[in-house]
């Protein structure tokens, strides 16, 4: 099996879709399928240092990448387009991760002039909370553009059940198919490891901390959370508790929220790691007592995923699609984006030792059957068979 894998950057900044298909194609090609994928050198307002136009490795993993010409949101590139509409017809499938930007709806154009089958991951973009975000660009794009790709894809590929009930009945959309995003086997399989995560942070000390990981962006709900974990520590018992903000973001936004911290005279009780990963990930999240994520919207949320291979109870709110599961499993506590229901919440899972280890228990036996990378490449790989035989 060929498949060609499109998606407008990879750059780490870009958060967890860039993460997930980097995961995706290592445990495709174990499987004995020919992956490549093709994208931009988009890294924000820089781009990253590789040769364009040939391929490349890219942590572990064929790509090709092309200049993206103007607009970060949009990341039009002409290269790519031009490259697609020559190259698409040498695979048999077309993965594309996106809807709202100019890599997909080039890849879903020059896969339908070459009756190439390809399937779409909108990796949430198609939820009511992501449609009001610019809600007059994406319904121009919609008429213009994303309704035909749509409409032409042999499946959308959506990752929780969650985040196809969101999509399908407001917009009226089919062929629809489940299929979760996996962690690294190192969090599922390794025992505790113990880099100095701590030495890195003497601020931490050796206070318990919850953790909230990932891209920092408005949509995570990350000042909510910081009102609410403060509310919940003021309690005499509580008050040895850190949040532990990791990840970067916008550096304005990243800014404001540490400004916003300071005015609630917290600094000491909110600490701010930046970016994390690799080894010193998978310690901040098996050192964590709880990890939480209060977003307003979040398709599937790797990082949830990644604390609950460790063994990492977790608070998300009932916005994350991955809720209903997690709920099933009892691995963790959802709920609803108010500043009170999260800090009783907190308060219960914080005062609670002995509670937190049986989810956390509960949550690692739920990652260990559902989010192994080997398991999803197999799935995947019965739906690109499909598309191909009906095509």
Known sequence: MRVLHVIPA????????????????????????????????????????????????WQGVPTIFFHRQWTEAW???????????????????????????????????ASRAHGIPYIVRPFGTL????????????????????KRMLAGASAIHYTTASEQRL?????????GVVVPLGVEDAFLDAPVVSPPFRETLP???????VLTLGRLHPKKGIE???????????????????????????????????????????????????WVDGRRKMAALQDAGLLALTSHAENFGL????????????????HVNLA??????????????????????????????AERRWRGANARAFARSEFRWSNIASALLEVYTGVCRKN
């Not at 709920?327 to 899972?349: F, M, S």
């Open 10 to 57: 990879v750059a780490p900044r870009y958060g967890g879709p860039s993460y997930a298909i980097v995961g995706m194609a290592r445990a495709l090609r174990t499987a004995q399928t020919d992956v490549l994928i093709a994208t931009t050198d988009a890294d924000g307002s820089d781009r990253l240092p590789l040769q364009l136009e040939s391929r490349v490795d």
């Open 303 to 318: 990082a949830v995923a990644e604390a609950l291979a460790c063994g990492i109870p977790v608070v998300v709110s009932e």
């Open 224 to 274: 909510l959370l910081i009102d609410a974990f403060l509310d919940a520590t003021d309690m005499r018992h509580l008050q040895h508790w850190r949040l532990l903000v990791a990840g970067d973001g916008d550096a304005n936004y990243v800014n404001r929220l540490k400004a916003f911290v300071r005015t609630h005279n917290a600094e000491q009780r909110v600490l701010f790691a930046g």
């Open 203 to 209: 601020q931490l000390g050796k206070h318990p901390y």
């Open 167 to 175: 999509a399908e009945g407001p917009l009226g959309l089919s062929r």
């Open 324 to 353: 209903d599961e997690i709920l099933k499993a009892q691995a963790g506590w959802i709920v609803p984006l108010q500043r009170t229901a999260i800090a009783a919440t907190l308060q219960e899972a914080l005062s609670g030792d």
């Open 75 to 109: 990341k039009y590139s002409h290269p790519l387009a031009r490259w697609l509409a020559t190259h698409v017809a040498d695979w048999e499938v077309t993965h594309i991760h996106g809807v709202y930007s100019h890599a997909c709806v080039a890849a879903a154009s």
């Open 127 to 146: 939820d009511p909370w992501s449609l009001r975000q610019k809600p007059l660009r994406k319904r121009v794009l919609w008429w213009l553009s994303v």
